[in-house]
């Protein structure tokens, strides 16, 4: 529940709902996205060797700008709510499969 619900409620909220919003309305879209997705990024990060632990920094960076980009197109946090939670169901489908081989 936590990874499919709570997570994505909570941090659009933080990320796309205060962060994004106040840096794009005084400095612009641009910035409030790249900003948002570096400390998105930032968050997720998790310890390990480097090219793994890089590989998730960008993806995590590049998902936080989409998901402000969801934000900005349908101007509703509902949409990058549940675009998060189906990002994290994957992951999770992922992670499941493989412990399982």
């Known amino acids: ?3 499919g619900v709570v997570a994505p409620v909570t941090e659009e909220f933080l ?3 205060l962060i994004y919003r106040s840096i794009r309305d005084r400095h612009g879209i641009a910035l409030g996205a790249v900003v948002s997705a570096v400390l998105f990024g ?11 632990a890089l590989a998730l920094q960008i993806t995590m960076v590049v998902t936080g700008l989409g998901l402000a ?6 101007t509703t946090l509902l949409a ?3 675009g998060h ?3 994290n169901l994957i992951a999770v489908a992922v992670i499941v499969s493989d412990a399982l081989r």
């Open 85 to 87: 939670a189906a990002f």
């Open 42 to 52: 930032a968050i997720h990060y998790v310890p390990g060797p480097w090219p793994d």
């Open 80 to 82: 990058p709510i549940v």
């Open 69 to 74: 980009l969801v934000y900005e197109r349908r």
């Open 1 to 3: 529940a936590g990874a």
């Open 15 to 17: 990320f796309r709902g």
